[in-house]
Structure formats: C-alpha cells, structure tokens
C-alpha cells in the first residue's frame, strides 16, 4: 500500500483556518484520499475523502494537488474542539476493506 | 442510528483469566474490524469480517479470538494474555467493500483494557 508522510504536530489559533498537510508520492491512479480524525478518548472519525477534485463538506476541505503527490486538509475556522489526532490515508475503493493508519498529525488549538 | 456500540468501557483482567469485549451496530453493515490502539500509536488492524465470516487475520496471537455471531454483533474473546496486550480495542462498522464507492468506517469509542 503507498504511504503518507504528515507533520507530527501543529498549533493553529482558535477561529483561525488550518491546513494539514499529507505527501503521497506514491499514490496510485486508483487510490482514493481519505482523512479520519481521533478525538481525546474517541475512536476515529470519518473527515473527508477524494480522487481527483477538491471537496467540500459539512467538516472540512480537501484540496488535492493537480498531480495528486500531496493534498491538504482545510478546517475553514478551527475551534477548540477540532484538537485531534488527523490521519490521512490512501484507500481502493471496492478492493478491500483495510485501513491502514499512518502516523496523523496531532493538532493543537490555541485559544 | 449511526452508533457502534462497546462494552465494556474498561476492563481488567489478570493473565488467567477470560474475558470477551463485545461490540454491535445497527446500520446494517455487513463488515465489522477490530483494531488494537497503543497510547499515543495509530489504530493496527487486527480482523475483518464480511458477511459475518472471518475475511482478513492481520497475524494476530491465538489469545485473541473474534466472532461474529450475526449482522449486528462482533466479540472479541481474549485469553492468556500478556501485559503487553493493555491497549485501546476499537471496534468499527463499515458496508462491504464492492457495495459502494466507498466504505467510511463507522468506529466505536473502544474499550481500554488492562491486563495485570
């Protein structure tokens, strides 16, 4: 399975934007991008996915970039409850079922 | 309902005893995982069933025993195990890969066991 590499850590201000960063450079024509998130004494959470395009949802963006190596996860105005542990993983879809968890980003929000 | 239900929320256990960790969900899907979280470490896919059959073994020790008795529900029996085991179980809900563009994984709040 192609790997991600994210930052280990980031600090962003309360109500301010936050972008996450995830290389993939090894990505597949097939490999969807997923994004899941761990809250404090959670189980994962299901951000946002994408192939191609940029998406939108009620949570978050994502903004790939146009040759799909590296895509950035957007919180549009962080709040103190977005501070999680946020993964990005490389998925095919109707293959099988595994979710491979990288090492995620733990984000840390400032008030 | 978009839930996946676990319980216990804690257990301990000594390295004699047996226990099981139970799991359920009813949004009708039909592939349920077990995941092993270490502090501060990434979940580690542990089993996958599709259709309530064991489909994916991620080389886990035989101390450590799933079943799916039906569509909703998926233990996890745990026996002889070593300290090392002390650790987050998640457990998670998904449709079956081939049944929809994608299958988001539903997860529960896991349970935190220690074993002394």
């Known amino acids: 399975d192609a790997k991600t590499t994210q930052p280990n850590s980031m600090e962003s201000n309360e109500e301010e934007p936050v972008h996450l960063p995830c290389n993939h450079s090894?990505?597949?024509?097939?490999?969807?991008i997923h994004w899941y998130r761990q809250l404090p004494s959670q189980g994962p959470e299901y951000v946002i996915h994408?192939?191609?395009s940029n998406v939108n949802n009620r949570m978050a963006s994502l903004a790939i970039a146009e040759d799909r190596k590296s895509s950035t996860l957007i919180l549009h105005r962080a709040t103190l409850r977005d501070a999680a542990v946020y993964y990005c993983i490389l998925r095919v879809p109707l293959r099988d079922d595994k979710i491979i968890f990288g090492k995620g980003t733990r984000l840390h929000i400032l008030p | 309902d978009t839930e996946v239900t676990q319980t216990p929320k804690h257990l301990v256990m000594g390295m004699t005893n047996k226990k099981s960790l139970k799991c359920e969900q009813h949004m009708g899907h039909r592939a349920m995982y077990w995941y092993k979280q270490k502090a501060k470490k990434p979940p580690e896919l542990m089993f996958v069933?599709?259709?309530?059959?064991?489909?994916i073994n991620e080389s886990v020790p035989s101390r450590f025993s799933p079943e799916c008795p039906n569509s909703s529900l998926l233990n996890l029996h745990l026996h002889a195990l070593q300290p090392e085991d002390s650790a987050l179980y998640l457990c998670?809900?998904?449709?079956?890969?081939?049944?929809?563009?994608?299958?988001?994984?539903?997860f529960g709040p896991g349970t935190r066991l220690t074993v002394l």
């Open positions: 069933y599709s259709y309530e059959k064991l489909s």
């Open positions: 998670a809900s998904s449709q079956v890969s081939g049944t929809s563009a994608y299958n988001e994984q539903f």
């Open positions: 090894t990505i597949s024509g097939t490999d969807y």
């Open positions: 994408g192939l191609t």
